[in-house]
């Protein structure tokens, strides 16, 4: 069983930064692919980013590349989305998740099946 809680959310400007975290329960952590998820009011939950088991790959969504950055620490149990030049259609509540395959993640458009979810955490972008 893992635990995932995100943290890190909160209003920020447009063109502003964020760092979320996303801190996970036990001692089996490398041995996921994590991936990080977003949904807007009205909206399907979205892919954005995926990192592999060591931290060696990581994948993003298109309207995120080059603005996002996610990574690691697998000492710490902890993945990461910095998260900057924030636009209002960033706003979202964003979910970190874990599953044992790459694809799965990577491949997912709405994270359908995925093992283990986070409780969100929101993220408000101001115009």
């Known amino acids: 069983q893992v635990q995932l809680v995100e943290s890190g959310g909160g209003l920020v400007q447009a063109g502003g930064s964020l760092r979320l975290s996303c801190a996970a329960s036990?001692?089996?952590?490398?041995?996921?692919?994590m991936g990080w998820f977003r949904q807007a009011p009205g909206k399907k939950r979205e892919f954005v980013a995926a990192?592999?088991?060591?931290?060696?790959?990581?994948y993003y969504a298109n309207s995120v590349k080059g603005r996002f950055t996610i990574s690691r620490d697998n000492a710490k149990n902890t993945v990461y989305l910095q998260m900057s030049s924030l636009k209002p259609e960033d706003t979202a509540v964003y979910y970190c998740?874990?599953?044992?395959?790459?694809?799965?993640?990577?491949?997912?458009?709405?994270?359908?099946?995925?093992?283990?979810w986070g409780q969100g955490t929101q993220v408000t972008v101001s115009s």
């Open positions: 990192i592999s088991w060591s931290g060696d790959a990581s």
């Open positions: 036990g001692r089996t952590f490398s041995s996921y692919v």
């Open positions: 998740a874990a599953d044992r395959s790459l694809l799965s993640v990577a491949g997912s458009s709405e994270g359908e099946g995925l093992d283990y």
